[in-house]
């Protein structure tokens, strides 16, 4: 592979150790977490302890004061294991961003040393029952009454939804204003009138808990509203591009540990009296495989660069996500297929990341949405 030129050794320290946590505390934990259809929350307490939640906040809300690459290989690190079930990208590099960037101190002290400890676990509610895509078309409400909002909707595939201690919810707060009647509030899921429905079950993903959320006429306190009134739009947009930038790191780091298993599987298993993997046919496979990753790796790598030094646009942002989680898709697909019947097995790894990989597809934008946002730049 061509050397990877992010990381410093402190990185490579910080690699090691995010390695050992996740073959410690997440990989022997995984089945059961899928089994009960949520991880453990002491998990959340032991990450934060070992300071792998919120790691690039600032020091003096929690965080490590690290960079985003601190998370990065967090997340490397996970899906080297195949745990998809822990949500600390979302909590660390999507939630906790938009109480630093747009946040008043209030919710900043309030909110972000305690997300960094574990203790409150992050969620972010954009989707509705009727409005994925068109983020513009919610219909969850937020009126001004005094010193709060009244909030009212419902909002549906919410990760880490059932766990959640804050959510920051999008609501319109002008339902005549188009894109500028979308506002951002940071809503505690202790507020009266806030409910959790079920943990939604996944064809993948099955140890994340995915959750509905009810709001009815939750008083949230007008503090809570992120940023400005009118400009929740505005800061999704903004904020979106890294959050896809993520989902095409996992999903790079997905086929690296699919194509690991299946190399070794490939080496093992025999038929016709030798190594599957030394038909050429299969060899092949894995070699173009191999060279997808590669290239989907540093055309990554490169974003990676371009989002630290503030220049990742949205068109970029989204060729990343759209095209590596196709090629996560048809790699793991392909690995999958060379497992045999064993790759239908869920006992695999390989079948469980095959499993995972489906919604990347889908959620962040799906790829139809990821298209659009590229088409407009040309
Ligand atoms: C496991 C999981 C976790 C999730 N986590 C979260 C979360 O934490 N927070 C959150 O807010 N949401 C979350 N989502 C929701 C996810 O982001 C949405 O499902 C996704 O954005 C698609 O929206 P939708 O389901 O309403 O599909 P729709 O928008 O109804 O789309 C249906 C189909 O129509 C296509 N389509 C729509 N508009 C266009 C267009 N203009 N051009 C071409 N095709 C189009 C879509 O591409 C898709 O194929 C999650 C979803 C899943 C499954």
Redo the contacts with the bound molecule.
């Keep these: 592979m061509i050397p990877r030129t992010l990381f410093t050794e402190e990185h490579d320290m910080l690699r090691d150790a995010a390695r050992r946590f996740m073959e410690a505390e997440a990989a022997p934990h995984n089945e059961h977490w899928e089994e009960q259809g949520y991880v453990d929350r002491e998990v959340w307490l032991k990450a934060g302890a070992a300071g792998f939640l919120c790691a690039s906040m600032p020091e003096q809300y929690g965080g490590a004061g690290g960079d985003k690459l601190y998370s990065v290989i967090l997340m490397e690190e996970q899906a080297r294991v195949g745990c998809s079930a822990l949500g600390f990208g979302?909590h660390s590099e999507i939630v906790a961003p938009y109480i630093l960037h747009y946040g008043s101190e209030y919710l900043k002290s309030t909110y972000l040393p305690k997300m960094a400890t574990g203790e409150m676990i992050g969620?972010?509610?954009?989707?509705e029952p009727g409005?994925?895509?068109?983020l513009q078309g919610v219909k969850t409400s937020a009126v001004r009454d005094g010193d709060h909002y009244i909030l009212n909707g419902s909002?549906t595939?919410?990760?880490n939804g059932w766990h959640a201690d804050l959510v920051i919810v999008v609501a319109k707060t002008d339902p005549n204003a188009g894109s500028k009647g979308i506002s951002l509030f940071v809503v505690d899921t202790s507020m009266a009138g806030f409910t959790k429905g079920q943990r939604l079950k996944?064809a993948g993903?099955k140890g994340q808990d995915?959750s509905e959320l009810f709001f009815d006429n939750v008083r949230v306190p007008a503090q809570n509203l992120l940023g400005e009134e009118g400009m929740g739009f505005k800061y999704l947009m903004t904020e979106l591009p890294w959050e896809r930038l993520q989902i095409a790191v996992t999903a790079v780091a997905a086929v690296e540990a699919g194509l690991a298993w299946t190399v070794e599987y490939s080496k093992e298993r025999k038929a016709f009296k030798r190594a599957i993997g030394e038909f050429q046919t299969v060899a092949h496979a894995l070699a173009e495989i191999k060279a997808e990753l590669d290239i989907g790796r540093v055309y990554v790598d490169r974003c990676l660069e371009l989002m630290m030094a503030g220049k990742l646009d949205a068109a970029t942002a989204s060729t990343a996500k759209m095209w590596t989680t196709e090629m996560q898709f048809r790699s793991l697909d392909r690995c999958v297929q060379l497992h045999g019947g064993y790759g239908y097995m869920w006992e695999y790894p390989i079948t469980r990341a095959w499993a995972d990989a489906r919604?990347q597809r889908?959620?962040?934008?799906?790829n139809?949405?990821m298209k659009?946002l590229i088409s407009r730049s040309l």
């Design positions: 979302l969620a972010i509610a954009m989707t409005a994925g895509s068109d909002k595939f919410i990760t996944k993903m995915t919604v889908v959620y962040g934008g799906t139809e949405i659009e």
